[in-house]
């Protein structure tokens, strides 16, 4: 039997000690949620700020040059100006680690 158990960081060494303990097998599964990222409006007389959310979890980079396989999104910043980003997959690794 197999349960996905979402711990805090802070209770994770004990948890994963405890599970060893009574005798389980554990896989460790990291995920990433989509976080939001600011940016800057890339008119040059205006330059504020605006929020962009992944298109999804795995395209979490944003680029502001078309490449293959990037996600087109395009944000308008509080002054009305469209930027377009282009969201792509970060260099894979087996973990992914959260920035706070
Ligand atoms: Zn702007």
């Known amino acids: 039997m197999s349960e996905i158990v979402e711990v805090p960081a802070e ?5 994963v000690e405890s599970y060893l ?3 389980y097998r554990l ?14 409006c890339k008119e040059k007389s205006c330059g504020l700020p605006f929020d962009a959310y992944p298109p999804d979890d795995a395209h979490t980079d944003a680029l502001l040059d078309p490449t293959k396989d990037a996600v087109e999104r395009s944000y308008k910043c509080p ?9 792509v997959k970060p ?3 087996v973990f ?3 920035k706070r």
């Open 96 to 98: 992914v680690a959260t």
């Open 27 to 40: 896989y460790l599964i990291v995920e990433e949620m989509p976080e939001k990222k600011t940016f800057s």
């Open 11 to 15: 209770a994770f060494s004990s948890l």
């Open 21 to 23: 303990n009574g005798n």
């Open 91 to 93: 260099p894979s690794g």
């Open 79 to 87: 002054d009305g100006h469209v930027n377009t980003l282009y969201w």
